[in-house]
């Protein structure tokens, strides 16, 4: 059955219910379908393990409103049963994919449930009981698909060490239960803040660029730029119009002259503006990096937006009113006030083989001046090949070795240490830098208190800030503007004006200085968002972590088979029966 076909069915029958009826038309029975809804519910729940979670879900859900049908009363269907149902059609626009969904067994169970209510033929309470639980037990999935998530971030693999929304979705779920149209219904479950909503939409763009059959790859051999005339500039300006880089009126206005072909400065415009939403170098040229990015396949983008609709339902709702947070793909740290970014700043993330993790934390205290006390894993792998390279290593950097990690450790002499005989298996020496020119944490660090040691902080290494890829460091977060931040942090505390920082990151004295207000601060992992002008950025996964999610996202898991003795056959349908097939018992289903 077609799309547009099964979106006419449920809509033609309840006119044919509503105006062919004969005289001696059936009606539901609340009070026998709401006995009947506890005996099924208690049926499953003996055939099943004990402390299910689907179906101790489902249980509560119908414990809450004393076995009561959600979905039908005394005039039939409830409207909120048909929004559900052009809800899961639409699944797609949310990132979900349909197939988790029995949205045909679904239909073909209301409309017989429709027919026999439009007829003298007795309707059964066991199967519009069967038939309302199963339509329960795929709104609780699906809302909780929308809310929370399909899968946890630990089910992926991810390196995700910050808060996960656990929101309580109760009243949405009721506000659910009294939508009357699939669009009101899918807002009622899903994340309510911006970032979400603007991803969503940007994703029914995408698939609709799919559908009209994407873009068509550009082939160069050369560098594509302003002045070029060239059969590929024309290809090019199609594929900006098409991503909304090159406005249509402008592209109209060329491509009705002989200049259709050449390069010019809107389409230098158009290319900037691409780059800028890719991060790649906005100098207006279609080189080799540029035009990969630009033959990405529309369906790898709407793949992208997907994993990060994903992610986007796994976060808290709220995360403060003012907060930091660094987006570690696009390699950069934005300071919010109430939803606004105020301060923004390039900032170094980990190397693939050292990855920054996603974390949240509070900063309480900033260290200026700091010393660097070595992780043993940096001291064992990349120091230590210096070391024994060069015995003045260590003083030129200012590093100092004590005997241990325990607060008693000794000082020592580094040339009384016979460093060839050490390994990365073999050292057991604490090394720590003195805040020199060369400290590696530059200047100052912004302490949030975690056990994976990861912190912000500057750096003497500038240079790298200038280049676009930025995935340099052993996890932490150095950042490019030292001074400013910390002149945002201690912003409520007058005495650090912003000379008294510059004299004391001069002083290269060391300083606590503790936060009157800690301050939130948030390392997440997007590779995709829409910004306040309603443009979409792509970046890349570096860690291949949006791989690892969307891998888990296609995974299909089987729900439990239907019990082997259930009390009244009859309740079960071929088509009730079939609402039982997806589910995901390690996913965030039922």
Not at 84 to 93: G, M
Not at 329 to 358: C, H, I, N, Y
Not at 538 to 565: K, M, N, V, W
């Amino acid at each position: 059955m077609s799309r547009n076909a099964r979106y006419l069915l449920i809509p033609l029958l309840l006119q044919i219910c509503a105006i062919g009826a004969p005289t001696g038309a059936q009606t539901f029975n609340p009070s026998t379908i709401q006995l009947e809804i506890e005996r099924q519910l208690h049926a499953e729940a003996d055939c099943r393990p004990q402390g299910h979670a689907a179906v101790t879900r489902l249980e509560s859900f119908y414990a809450g409103r004393d076995h009561a049908s959600a979905w039908l009363d005394a005039d039939g269907l409830k409207p909120s049963a048909l929004a559900l149902v052009a809800a899961l059609r639409d699944a797609a626009q949310e990132g979900l994919d349909p197939i988790d969904y029995p949205l045909s067994a679904l239909e073909r169970a209301m409309a017989e449930l429709l027919y026999q209510a439009g007829t003298a033929e007795e309707i059964s309470p066991a199967k519009a009981a069967a038939f309302d639980v199963a339509l329960s037990r795929t709104a609780l999935r699906f809302g909780r698909h929308l809310a929370v998530g399909r899968v946890t971030p630990q089910a992926t693999g991810q390196s995700w060490f910050g808060p996960v929304n656990r929101d309580a979705w109760q009243p949405r779920l009721d506000r659910m239960l009294r939508a009357e149209s699939a669009g009101n219904l899918m807002a009622a479950a899903a994340p309510p803040h911006r970032d979400y909503g603007h991803l969503r939409r940007a994703l029914v763009r995408y698939r609709q660029l799919a559908a009209e059959g994407g873009w068509t790859p550009i082939a160069s051999e050369r560098t594509l730029e302003e002045g070029m005339t060239a059969e590929a500039v024309r290809r090019l300006r199609v594929r900006l119009e098409m991503s909304g880089d090159l406005m249509p009126e402008i592209n109209r206005i060329a491509a009705n002259s002989m200049t259709s072909n050449r390069f010019d400065a809107a389409l230098t415009r158009a290319v900037v503006a691409f780059q800028t939403r890719h991060g790649l170098k906005p100098d207006g040229k279609v080189g080799k990096v540029t035009l990969a990015a630009l033959n990405v396949p529309v369906q790898n983008r709407i793949d992208t937006l997907r994993a990060n609709l994903e992610r986007q339902r796994w976060i808290p709702i709220n995360l403060g009113a003012r907060l930091l947070r660094v987006n570690i793909p696009a390699f950069q740290l934005e300071a919010l006030s109430d939803g606004q970014v105020v301060q923004s700043m390039r900032v170094v993330v980990g190397r693939p083989k050292r990855p920054t993790p996603v974390l949240s934390g509070k900063i309480t205290y900033l260290e200026l001046n700091p010393y660097w006390h070595i992780p043993p894993r940096i001291a064992r792998k990349d120091l230590l090949p210096k070391i024994q390279a060069d015995p003045a290593y260590l003083l030129q950097q200012g590093i100092r070795v004590f005997s241990d990690w325990t607060a008693q450790a000794r000082e020592l002499d580094p040339q009384e240490i016979d460093w060839a005989r050490l390994t990365v298996h073999r050292f057991p020496f604490k090394l720590r830098q003195d805040p020199v020119a060369s400290n590696a944490l530059g200047r100052v660090k912004f302490m949030f208190p975690n056990k994976h040691s990861i912190y912000l902080h500057d750096t003497p290494a500038k240079g790298l800030f200038a280049k676009q890829r930025r995935s340099f460091s052993s996890g932490c977060v150095r950042v490019a503007e030292p001074e400013v931040l910390t002149a945002l942090l201690l912003s409520d505390r007058p005495a650090w004006s912003r000379d008294r920082i510059g004299e004391a990151f001069a002083g290269r004295k060391p300083k606590v200085v503790r936060l009157r207000t800690p301050m939130p601060v948030h390392l997440q992992y997007w590779t995709a968002w829409v910004d306040a002008t309603d443009r979409v950025h792509f970046r890349e996964d570096i860690y291949g972590r949006d791989h690892a999610l969307l891998r888990s996202l296609s995974q299909r898991h089987l729900q439990l088979a239907t019990c082997p003795s259930d009390p009244n056959p009859e309740a079960i349908s071929s088509a009730t029966a079939a609402t039982r097939a997806p589910d995901a018992a390690a996913l965030h289903s039922s």
